[in-house]
């Protein structure tokens, strides 16, 4: 064992090496970074080039693109309001907040930070966890997902929405919209109209871009009509402004750490991915706080908490990939292609055949995160100079920038309507207050839950009992339960709370909402 | 300054991002996109990355691979469809593309009027597999388990209309099974449902598992496809258990009708140097891939062959049938 990881290390740690793994972080965080432009995009690009490399430089470098654009999309989020990456729609809710305030480098450095303990975390567990985690991940069979995925949308479902009945007509908007396209289990056509194009759904990036991009520049255009040489960052001389305090991050420790966790979570399952950890990151992270009402107005855990779990996707993402051929995310997926263009399929005897090469990577997986406090520096100051350009001169490009990026995923225009379409929706649901988060995470859960609710039934033959005689899935299932009974109540609590207020105190606020 | 500075390196950035193929006349003049219908990273993807390095270099011009993956691989057989004639268009496709998925719903291409079939490159290969600690060692004993236990078991495939489904259920049907239908979307999540044990048998490619077949953790039972499989050759295939039928599909070399014949011929000789390199063998060996060429026309023959075998037994199987 020893002989094999100093073998790895020496055959893993290599100037080269380091060098490939910094230029995936550049390359990932700068794409990331760009609205409308994205990671898994700039993967697919570098992919065929990789082939001819070292397969350690090629995957350290391809890994280290991932995590840098997960990353890097929470520049522009937090910046603009528009994510860069589809992972970083969350850390946008309280990021940009804090960007209004002024305090725009206290929440890039935040994410930062939460971004590079969550990836250490996640590494670290498929270093030394992968067997058991890997083991546990394939307990979760169609029952325990349905209930999970039910469960998380329970939980997230209306994230960012004014009032409760706004985000359950976002979520519920979000789920219609994912039913376009092949049914699962008969693969008939639904809502295609006729377009092929519609078979393979809605395409999830051209949406993305759209609705959190595109409807943010037609939003703050519209409020820079009047004055286009407007600067769209308010400038603070506070020191603390600009960077996060101790006593901020020791605050935030707990959150971050359980994001962590939730993180590698839902990147060891094959399926749920970063999106879902992201909001579920930052649910938790609400939801334990003493102060969540200050949420969605600039509370700096809110930051932390997503970018921790989205981070946290990446490496243990890769733990069914490496143990048993089944990628965990997306990006995953993708990389598994160049593990199999070097002769390294994966599965169960990876680590068997090439134990040095698979160390080494994990090696270099985890000194590569190090790499991430340092790379993206420039790009925060690049970024934070970019947002002092007026507004006149900055949108255009970005929805320039939106275009390619819808175009570039699969070169097929017909992503470039569908990313108009969602611009405009986006726009009228910003207006309306009906959050875009709220319909995007439906979205991405609403058709996982119906495949695995059907995929379960079809094995119980039709008897619902399945969802209470497994035990994960009973698990989820009273989980929830309890977090409808659980938000219920206080909701209850709360309003009466306020309506005591009101009843006491301020005659002026009995026509306030009170939600 | 600064203004200028962002104007160029946001030029650049746009100028990387929509850099494609450069348009540049006897064939090949030019650089010919291959449209693959399936994502980055599987085993159609890189086998054809495998071998459009050596085909390049037969034909002296770059074949440069785009994914255009989704619906069952129609997606990207319709956009070589829709592509002029020229030769300098063409792309992978997949047996249910062409003779069976039109059957099933609405396609905007005729399979076998607006595509040409080049060639086809490799047999996919396929098994009804079952988990490694399953107390079913042979075909026999799992056939038996299922006779005993009506409506119990269940067999799961990477989706409804697909071949892994159509002939797992024929098969059904021939032996009288009572058992059901769990479609996954793709081979690794019916995977993922076999190894945690919540499907009892699948009918995947055996390429994509066979690490875990390698690892003991997957237990061939019967090689569906035609022929024996390296990897577990004392398997029985199901033409030796007396079925008359077997899962066959290729990936083959698609191009849109009235693509010039030289220019066929051209791609069909590239293909077939590339399926017969030494280095594109070992390096698919690698991964369980075997390339095998068969020329466009008895592929195309074949094709029609089978889409009007299963056609038939579409309604039967209880697949629904687009009129």
């Known amino acids: ?515 | 300054m600064g203004r200028k500075l962002l104007t160029v390196l946001l030029a650049m950035v746009m100028a990387l991002a929509i850099a494609g193929p450069s348009l540049a006349g006897d064939y090949p003049s030019k650089p010919i996109k291959l449209i693959i219908n399936f994502s980055a990273g599987g085993t159609t993807d890189t086998a054809a990355r495998l071998m459009s390095s050596k085909a390049t270099e037969v034909l002296q011009q770059a074949l440069i691979c785009m994914n255009k993956p989704g619906a069952g691989g129609t997606l990207g057989v319709s956009e070589v469809a829709r592509a002029k004639g020229n030769g300098y268009t063409i792309g992978t496709c997949n047996m249910p593309a062409v003779a069976i998925i039109p059957q099933i719903r609405q396609v905007p291409y005729k399979p076998f009027k607006d595509l040409v079939q080049v060639c086809a490159v490799m047999p996919y290969e396929y098994a009804l597999m079952v988990r490694g600690d399953s107390p079913w060692k042979t075909w026999e004993e799992f056939v038996d388990h299922v006779k005993k236990n009506p409506g119990k078991v269940t067999y799961a495939s990477v989706g409804t209309g697909t071949t892994n489904h159509l002939v797992t259920a024929r098969i059904g049907k021939e032996l009288g099974l009572d058992w059901k239908h769990v479609p996954f979307q793709g081979g690794v999540k019916e995977t993922a449902a076999l190894l945690g044990g919540h499907v009892d048998i699948i009918n995947n490619t055996t390429a994509s598992v066979a690490s875990s077949v390698k690892a003991g953790k997957i237990r061939v039972l019967l090689v569906t496809s035609e022929d024996r499989l390296k990897m577990v050759p004392d398997v029985p295939t199901m033409k030796d258990k007396g079925f008359k039928f077997s899962q066959i599909s290729y990936m083959s070399i698609v191009a849109p009708a009235g693509t010039p014949q030289a220019a066929l011929d051209k791609l069909s000789a590239a293909f077939k140097a590339a399926c017969e390199d030494k280095g594109v063998i070992k390096a698919c060996g690698k991964l369980d891939l075997h390339p095998k060429f068969m020329p466009g026309k008895q592929y195309q023959a074949m094709l029609e062959q089978l889409s009007t075998e299963w056609g038939a037994l579409l309604p039967d199987l209880g697949v629904k049938v687009n009129k």
């Not at chain 1, 498929?126 to 939980?155: K, Y």
């Open chain 1, 1 to 515: 064992m020893l002989e094999t990881l100093s073998n790895a290390a020496s055959q893993a740690l290599t100037l080269m090496n380091f060098f490939g793994a910094a230029l995936g972080i550049f390359l990932g965080s700068l794409l990331g970074a760009i609205p409308g432009l994205n990671g898994t995009m700039a993967i697919a690009l570098l992919i065929p080039i990789t082939y001819t490399w070292s397969p350690l430089f090629a995957i350290a470098m391809l890994v280290g693109c991932w995590k840098g654009s997960v990353y890097g999309g929470s520049i522009s989020a937090i910046l603009l309001n528009a994510p860069g990456t589809p992972e970083a729609a969350a850390t946008a809710l309280d990021g940009y907040p804090l960007t209004k305030q002024g305090k725009a480098g206290k929440a890039l450095k935040m994410a930062l930070y939460a971004s590079v303990i969550g990836a250490v975390f996640s590494d670290t567990l498929l270093m030394v966890a992968s067997p058991p985690i890997a083991a546990l991940a394939l307990m979760f069979g169609p029952a325990e997902l349905a209930m999970l995925i039910l469960f998380a949308l329970v939980v997230v479902a209306g994230t960012g929405a004014k009032s409760q009945i706004k985000g359950l007509i976002s979520t519920a908007l979000g789920i219609l919209l994912a039913t376009v396209g092949l049914d699962p289990m008969t693969t008939q056509q639904r809502f295609t109209f006729g377009s092929i194009d519609l078979d393979a759904g809605i395409g999830l990036l051209a949406m993305l871009i759209g609705l959190l991009v595109m409807s943010e520049v037609l939003i703050q255009m519209e409020e820079g009509w009047k004055d286009a040489h407007a600067e769209v960052m308010v400038k603070s001389d506070d020191p603390d402004a600009s960077r996060v305090t101790w006593a901020e991050l020791k605050g935030s420790l707990g959150t971050i750490f359980r994001s962590s966790i939730l993180g590698s979570f839902c990147g060891a399952l094959p399926g749920v991915g970063s999106i879902t950890a992201a909001f579920m990151g930052y649910d938790q992270a609400r939801r334990l706080s003493k102060h969540p009402e200050r949420f969605g107005k600039g509370e700096i855990q809110g930051v932390a908490a997503p970018e921790a779990a989205n981070n946290a996707v990446c490496g243990a993402g890769l733990i069914p990939l490496v143990t048993l051929g089944i990628p965990g995310a997306l990006s995953a997926a993708v990389i598994m292609g160049a593990f199999m263009i070097h002769g390294l399929a994966p599965g169960p005897m990876l680590m068997v055949e090439h134990p040095e090469t698979i160390y080494g990577l994990f090696m270099l997986l985890i000194l590569s995160d190090f790499f991430m406090l340092v790379i993206p520096l420039p790009l925060m100051k690049l970024g934070q100079w970019v947002i002092s350009v007026p507004r006149a001169y900055l949108f255009p490009v970005i929805l320039a920038l939106c275009v390619i990026g819808a175009f570039g995923t699969h070169q097929n225009l017909f992503d470039v309507k569908i990313m108009v379409f969602f611009g405009v929706l986006g726009y009228f649901l910003k207006k309306w207050e009906l959050s875009p988060a709220a319909l995007l995470i439906a979205f991405i859960l609403g058709p996982m839950a119906e495949v695995y609710l059907r995929q379960a039934l079809k094995i119980s033959g039709g008897d619902p009992s399945i969802f209470v005689t497994k035990p994960l899935a009973a698990l989820f299932l009273a989980l929830a339960v309890g977090a409808i009974v659980w938000t219920t109540l206080r909701n209850r609590r709360d309003k009466k709370a306020a309506q005591g207020r009101v009843l006491s105190s301020e005659p002026t606020a009995q026509g306030q909402k009170v939600e």
